[in-house]
């Protein structure tokens, strides 16, 4: 059961969460993308962010994305086929943006969503991604990574 209610949110307004939550907790150089043509980055820093670990710097670029899945956290909802689509159309679509020299490869990729994720479906989403991005270190956040970042920067 997740803290907050991220399901009545919907997508649009999910995003500009995460992307607030973003730049609260790691600064401005997280740039808000998102809506259309965005690239696949609904939210991007092309510099050094202390991510994931607030103790430390690294290097990006970063590519942070959002995915929310309707009703993920309902009573008896079963959201990971929704999820595993999702991340496999998104791993498609960087795909053909690397094969047309639109997308670079990030240092890091964050695949962010509403739903709880349980540890072996973030082991699949993470290996959906590693095919094309295999040099890249791949996050998955669920939703009750979401409720954390919002606990933590409140504002």
Known sequence: MLRYRLDDLG?????KLVQSSLKAALGL????????????RDS?????????????????PFVFQTKFV??????GSRPARALLSSASKERDRIS???ARK??????????????LVAGALREKIRSV????????????????DVATFLIRAPR
């Open 44 to 60: 991007y820093s092309r510099g050094t962010l202390r991510f994931p670990d607030p103790a430390q710097e690294s290097a990006g």
């Open 11 to 15: 997508a649009y307004q999910f995003e």
């Open 29 to 40: 150089s997280v740039e808000s993308w998102g809506n259309r043509a965005d690239h696949g």
């Open 70 to 75: 309707e009703g993920a956290n309902a009573a």
């Open 129 to 144: 991604f590693r095919r094309v991005l295999p040099s890249t270190e791949i996050h998955v956040w669920a939703g009750d």
């Open 102 to 115: 639109t997308w670079g490869r990030p240092a890091h990729f964050v695949f962010i969503t509403n739903s």
């Open 96 to 98: 053909e943006r690397i």
